[in-house]
């Protein structure tokens, strides 16, 4: 259930009744960061959207670090001068008033996706014509990103702009394995970030997502991949937007990343059975309209423990084979557990055979996702068959770690385009596949 917004929000909405622009900051225990984030917001707004009503929003989920009091002594434009060169004679500078900011703090069922629920209804209750939203933990982030985010919804009309980054090869690597091949194959566009934290939202996309179904794993970490493919999938203007790049809090996979892995895997396993009708007359995939300035720049090293993740694979496997006998091609199997066996120095995963794995997947839970209501069994099993992918995950973050360990970034970049190369090959498999399960 969506969470309330509090009364004290309510009454602040009420005298500001309507917006242009709405930039929101969703939040939890991010001290550290966040008032670097709010600056950069704060400035973006100033340099580029000073004729626009906007307001800055930070939605809390109950941080207990001081991150809300790191936002309110982050308070101003002291650095306005120097964004703007000579500010006293910019022309537009001079009709400039500091928009409002909104510290929202909610109680309810906390995450991500809750958080953003938060940001769309009180940009929905604004009629705010754009809406962005970026990461509190971010230590890249410039004045730009705001004119990035929110420029082609305001001039171009563009309903959603992604971001596109200049990350670690390590960072990213549920993007990087599943989410980006599988995203360009079947709904034809090459979105690079289709999970990306810092995007920029239309009225109209917004009201969209609104009404739609929202289940729990969507109020979660599944929010990001349910607006992508929500957006492609019903045909809104899409595009993205180079960031540069992008340092953050990164994690390491082995660590930290199970649950986001399953909660993201799910909703986007339950978008493709959804939109099936849509993806399987997609014959070729595209470029989007990207804006911003390509460029590179050495991003911050995310740290990959191998042994630890062959070691959950192998276990995995262990664990697993027999019940994935039940759905994964025999032969593709086999040799999953031929690699399994496999010393750290030979270890590696071939992309048909990670390919292959992948689809098998997706067409075995095709079928439970067309019914409308789940026994306790097949949730069980359901749950059990996305959870038992995320050793097989771990295994591909090792074998893409080892193989490209003396990489450059471009380098490691041409190999995951590579990886997408053979999920579009092997797209018929995954036609084929489903419409045997069905």
């Known amino acids: 259930m969506p969470n309330k917004l509090p009364s004290y929000v309510e009454k602040q909405l009420a005298k500001i009744k309507k917006a242009d622009i709405l930039i929101s900051v969703p939040s939890f225990n991010n001290a550290s960061t966040i008032g670097h984030v709010m600056r950069a917001v704060r400035l973006g707004v100033a340099k580029y959207f000073p004729k626009h009503k906007a307001i800055i929003l930070n939605s809390d989920c109950g941080s207990t670090d001081g991150t809300r009091e ?4 982050s308070n101003g434009y002291s ?67 705001v004119q990035l985010l929110v420029g082609p919804v305001i001039y171009q009309k563009f309903d959603l702009v992604l971001p596109h980054y200049y990350r670690h090869k390590y960072d990213a690597t549920i993007t990087n394995s599943i989410i980006y091949p599988l995203t360009r194959t079947l709904f034809g566009i090459r979105v690079r970030q289709p999970i990306g934290g810092d995007i920029g ?62 909660q993201v895997i799910g909703t986007f396993f339950r978008l493709i ?12 995939s ?12 050495a991003p911050a090293e995310t740290k990959i423990t191998i042994p630890a993740l062959i070691d959950s694979f192998k276990k995995g496997v262990t664990k697993h084979a027999s019940f994935w006998a039940s759905f994964m091609d025999a032969v593709n199997l086999s040799e999953i557990k031929r690699i399994a066996r496999l010393p750290e120095k030979y270890f590696y995963i071939p992309d048909r055979v990670w390919v292959k794995a992948i ?42 770690a080892r193989q490209t360990q003396d990489f450059t970034i471009p380098e490691a970049e041409r190999r995951i385009e590579e990886l997408c190369a053979e999920y579009e090959k092997l797209k018929p498999y995954l036609i084929k596949k489903i419409n045997q399960n069905a």
Not at 116 to 142: G, M, P, Y
Not at 273 to 284: C, N
Not at 286 to 297: C, I, M, N, S, W
């Open 70 to 73: 790191a936002v309110r002594q």
């Open 286 to 297: 595209r470029t989007p309209t990207t804006f911003g300035f390509l460029a590179e720049a």
């Open 201 to 262: 939202l239309s009225k109209k996309l917004i009201d969209y997502c609104l009404k739609e179904e929202w289940n729990q794993d969507i109020y979660q970490y599944g929010i990001d991949i349910f607006i992508t493919i929500t957006a492609l999938a019903n045909h809104f203007n899409v595009c993205q937007s180079f960031l540069g790049t992008k340092i953050h809090d990164s994690k390491d996979p082995k660590f930290t990343l199970g649950p986001m892995f399953r």
């Open 79 to 145: 650095e306005l001068n120097t964004i703007l060169i000579n500010s006293r004679y910019h022309p537009v500078f001079k009709e400039f008033h500091p928009p409002p900011e909104i510290i929202a703090t909610y109680e309810g069922v906390p995450g991500k996706g809750a958080a953003f629920r938060i940001i769309f209804e009180i940009a929905q209750k604004l009629k705010a014509k754009a809406c962005a939203t970026v990461d509190a933990d971010l230590r890249s982030i410039t004045p730009e990103w």
């Open 273 to 284: 059975a959804f939109y099936k009708k849509h993806w399987e007359r997609t014959q070729l």
């Open 359 to 400: 689809y098998d997947f997706v067409a075995f839970t095709y079928s439970f996702f067309q019914k409308p209501l789940l026994t306790d069994e097949e949730q069980s099993i359901l749950d059990k068959t996305i959870g038992s992918l995320t050793d097989l995950y771990f295994g591909w973050v090792a074998s893409y």
